[in-house]
C-alpha cells in the first residue's frame, strides 16, 4: 500500500451552496494513508462499519499487514486466497496483457530494492542487482490453483501498491450502495469515485499541477472536473521520488526494464466504471508513456484519460484529454 508520507495525487473539491443535513462526512487512516468520504442518506455515522471493512482489506492485501495474506505469500507460506486477492489478481493480470506488460503486480523485488515497498532500499543499485531480480518478475511466472496462488520461484514478491487502493474504493463503494445511499464520494489516498450529486451538482474533483515542490494537495492546480458515476485515480512521479548520489529514483518502475520509467507524462489521470481499472491503468501509462497512451486509452472505450506531459522539443508543460473528459472540464 501507499506509505503515508505520500500525499494524494488528486485533491477533493467538494462546491456546495450551502449546508444540508442530509450529507454527511466520514474520514479516517487506512494502507499508510488517508480516506475522505462524502454522502447523503439515512445513516449519520458509518465510521465504524467502513473502519471494519477497510481492516479486513488490509488482511488481504497489505503488505504493511505482516500477516495479511499478500504478505504471507511473500514469506512463502501456502495460504487460501480470498475474493479480494482473486479479484486484484485477475484484473492485475487483464490489465497486464491489455497494457503490454507495463503494468505487473510481481514487481514486488524492484519495489523493495529501490525502496519503495516495505523495507530499506538496497544500497547499491546496479545492472548486475536489476538484472538478477528481474528473473522474478512476470505475470506469467504465478497463477491461481485450487485456491492458492502458485509462483516459479519462492523469491518471487506480489505488490498491490498500484491496484488495490483503487480496489478499496470499489469495495467500500458497493457497501454504501448495498446500504441504499446513491449519493457519495469515497476518496482513498486520492484515488475515488462518485456517484449521484451533491446539492444537484455533479461532484467537482481538481487535479494537481504535476510540478515538484507541489507537495500540498489542491495547492496549486491543473484543472477541475465535474464528473458523477465514474472512479477516477492519478500516478506521477513529482513527490513519490528520492534522490540518491544525484540520481534520481521514481516510483513507477518499469517491469520489463527493471528501472524508473522516465517517460514525458508527468502525470497521468484515467476515469473509468471502477476505481481498481482505473488505479492499475493510471500506472500502466506513467510507465509507458505519451504515445502508447493515448493508443492504450482510444482504443478502449471504457477509459478516459487526462494526461499532464512535456513538450519533447520544447520542455513545455502540455495536456492530452480524451473527448468525453473534454465535456468534464470546468476550469483549464
Known amino acids: 500500500m501507499k506509505q503515508i508520507l505520500l500525499l494524494s495525487i488528486i485533491s477533493i473539491f467538494l462546491f456546495s451552496c ?3 443535513e442530509e450529507f454527511y462526512k466520514i474520514e479516517g487512516e487506512t494502507q499508510g494513508t488517508t480516506y475522505h468520504i462524502t454522502y447523503k442518506g439515512l445513516h449519520p455515522n458509518l465510521k465504524k462499519e ?5 481492516h479486513d482489506f488490509d488482511m488481504s492485501l497489505s503488505t504493511y499487514e505482516p500477516n495479511s495474506i499478500i504478505s504471507q505469500i511473500n514469506q512463502g507460506k501456502h495460504v487460501e486466497l480470498d475474493k479480494y486477492f482473486k479479484d486484484m489478481y485477475y484484473k492485475a493480470k487483464e490489465v497486464t496483457e491489455k497494457s503490454g506488460g507495463a503494468f505487473d503486480i510481481t514487481v514486488g523485488p524492484l519495489i523493495n530494492a529501490y525502496g519503495f515497498g516495505y523495507g530499506e532500499a538496497e544500497t547499491k543499485i546496479d545492472s548486475s542487482l536489476i538484472d538478477s531480480l528481474l528473473q522474478y ?3 506469467d511466472k504465478i497463477r491461481i490453483e485450487m485456491n492458492y496462488l502458485v509462483k516459479d520461484n519462492p523469491n518471487i514478491q506480489i505488490s498491490g501498491n498500484a491496484i488495490a487502493q483503487g480496489q478499496s474504493v470499489d469495495i467500500v463503494s458497493d457497501y454504501f450502495e448495498s446500504k441504499g445511499i446513491n449519493d457519495y464520494m469515497v476518496e482513498i489516498g486520492g484515488e475515488l469515485k462518485v456517484k449521484g450529486l451533491k446539492y444537484g451538482q455533479k461532484w467537482r474533483v481538481g487535479i494537481d499541477k504535476p510540478i515538484e515542490g507541489n507537495n500540498i494537495a489542491g495547492e496549486e492546480l ?3 472536473l465535474a464528473i458523477t458515476d465514474k472512479a477516477m485515480a492519478t500516478s506521477g512521479n513529482y513527490r513519490r521520488f528520492y534522490i540518491k548520489d544525484g540520481k534520481k529514483y521514481s516510483h513507477s518502475i518499469n517491469p520489463k526494464t527493471g528501472y ?5 507524462i508527468l502525470s497521468a489521470t484515467i476515469l473509468a466504471d471502477d476505481c481498481m481499472t482505473a488505479d492499475a491503468y493510471a500506472t500502466a501509462c506513467m ?4 504515445e502508447k497512451s493515448i493508443e492504450m486509452v482510444e482504443n478502449d472505450p471504457s477509459l478516459d484519460a487526462y494526461f499532464v506531459y512535456s513538450d519533447e522539443d520544447t520542455g513545455e508543460m502540455k495536456v492530452y484529454y480524451t473527448k468525453a473528459v473534454e465535456k468534464l472540464i470546468v476550469k483549464k
Open 18 to 20: 450551502g449546508e444540508n
Open 50 to 54: 467502513v473502519d471494519s471493512i477497510l
Open 137 to 139: 518478475v512476470g505475470m
Open 222 to 224: 491543473q484543472t477541475i
Open 260 to 264: 524508473p520509467a522516465y517517460q514525458n
Open 287 to 290: 510507465v509507458s508513456g505519451l
